[in-house]
């Protein structure tokens, strides 16, 4: 199998500003984001991610395969807009989008989020459908 379709139910979240802080007592690095539905979005794509994997095998561990990927996100309308405005200029920030998908695809669609070779997204408002993400992800050996 070299593409992969599935939509992901629900309202995107972005990714958020990740801050890392070290705490001397423990020794350790605690890294946070500024936005705490981040995890839960992440393992949403993630877990839909799965269940499109039960129809085949597409994670190969081998990092001179690159990825395409697709993303379209469809956020509702707000009421408050006029219905003139066709585009989705609002916040969430797109780059943000992206980053929150790839890190929830990461280690069940491909190994490393750094073999994404190319990455189409875009936001949308929904039309006839609930809020959501599209995402297609293809195999690309040179």
Do not use: C
Request: proline share 5%; glycine share 6%; charged share 30%.
């Amino acid at each position: 199998m070299n593409e992969i379709e599935f939509f992901v139910a629900g309202t995107p979240v972005p990714q958020g500003s990740t801050k890392a802080f070290y705490i001397k007592k423990v020794q350790k690095v605690v890294t946070t984001h500024s936005n705490k539905n981040t995890d839960a979005w992440r393992q949403r794509v993630a877990s839909e991610a799965q269940r499109a994997l039960e129809s085949g095998a597409f994670y190969e561990d081998d990092q001179r395969i690159g990825y395409e990927i697709n993303l379209t996100f469809v956020f509702e309308r707000p009421k408050s807009q006029p219905k003139k405005w066709t585009l989705n200029t609002k916040r969430p920030d797109l780059d943000k989008l992206v980053r929150a998908v790839l890190d929830g695809l990461t280690g069940i669609i491909f190994p490393d989020d750094s073999q994404v070779v190319r990455i189409v997204a875009d936001k949308r408002y929904a039309k006839d459908e609930g809020p959501g993400l599209a995402i297609a992800v293809r195999k690309r050996r040179d």
